[in-house]
């Protein structure tokens, strides 16, 4: 069978390897997915053993997007702007990388929230391989403005200035701020931060959402449930990730593939297996 895996740490609360398995179910594909805990140091040599191994591709989670991206022989023009990968395929010795976490939100919240980014002020949260992923597609919406925040600023200026050409293109007011300088409110606010995955509470006020904002947490399950709860209690509409993990999840099984898989089916189908 090809062999496929996504590679993270931490990795095991991944939904990935059911929906890569559905995927080719409902395609008629014969595949193996599964997923690797990766030791912090080891991603390189993971990688390349992995493609030794006969591995056709793999999808990589934290911590190590910005490092999937420096690795690659090939890189999209996507990851090259985000200088992070989600997506890699491995081919006559050579290691392609491409991003394919913008599609996937921008999928969820178009078409899944039903809300179209476009004229939209938007606030992202975090300005690290997740935030670098995202950034490019929902500049393409065309909303009326995004702003980055992170803890580190000088991470969120330099995210900015990478994007600063895409932004001017696509008419958007682009900007980094100290998370706080943050005093606007904004129609929708994607976290992008590991705030949920270590913990740490939300790292901006609630102030922050205009009423019925969408609130989105790059997160899914428990993970995003402080996150989820933090904006109902404000007022907004709560959306965990799931959808952006189904979404993005066929674009590289299509990268791999050639097939595109029926996502919105497997993303209700997981919905309705919690």
């Known amino acids: 069978m090809d062999l496929y895996c996504v ?57 190590f997007k910005f490092a999937a991206a420096a690795l690659a022989s090939g890189i999209s023009e996507r990851a090259t702007l985000a200088q992070a990968a989600n997506t890699l395929s491995f081919k006559e010795g050579a290691i392609w990388a491409d991003n394919t976490d913008g599609v996937g939100l921008v999928a969820d919240i178009e078409q899944g929230a039903g809300i179209d980014l476009q004229g939209r002020h938007l606030l992202l949260i975090g300005a690290g391989g997740a935030a670098a992923g995202v950034l490019a ?16 600023l000088s991470k969120a ?32 606010v994607i976290n992008a931060s590991s705030s949920s995955l270590s913990g740490s509470g939300v790292p901006v006020a609630g102030s922050v ?53 029926p996502a919105q089916q497997v993303l209700a189908e997981l919905r309705a297996a919690r």
């Open 209 to 261: 959402l205009k009423p019925g904002a969408l609130a989105y947490d790059m997160m899914y399950g428990p993970t995003a449930q402080g996150f989820m709860t933090w904006a109902s209690e404000h007022g907004a509409r709560a959306r965990d990730g799931l959808g952006m993990l189904v979404a993005q999840a066929a674009e590289s099984f299509f990268i791999w593939r050639g097939v595109r898989p």
């Open 157 to 188: 200026v330099d995210l900015v200035r990478r994007h600063a050409s895409l932004a001017l293109l696509q008419k958007a007011e682009l900007s980094a701020l100290d998370l706080q300088q943050l005093n606007n409110q904004f129609d929708v």
């Open 7 to 63: 590679m993270g740490n931490p990795v095991a609360h991944s939904k990935s390897p059911w929906i890569h398995a559905r995927f080719a179910e409902l395609t008629g594909q014969s595949l193996h997915y599964e997923k690797r805990l990766i030791d912090l140091d080891g991603f390189e040599t993971a990688v390349r053993s992995f493609a030794a191994e006969g591995g056709l591709g793999c999808n990589v989670t934290v911590p």
């Open 137 to 152: 597609a929902l500049l393409l919406t065309q909303p009326a403005g995004i702003t980055v925040v992170n803890r580190t």
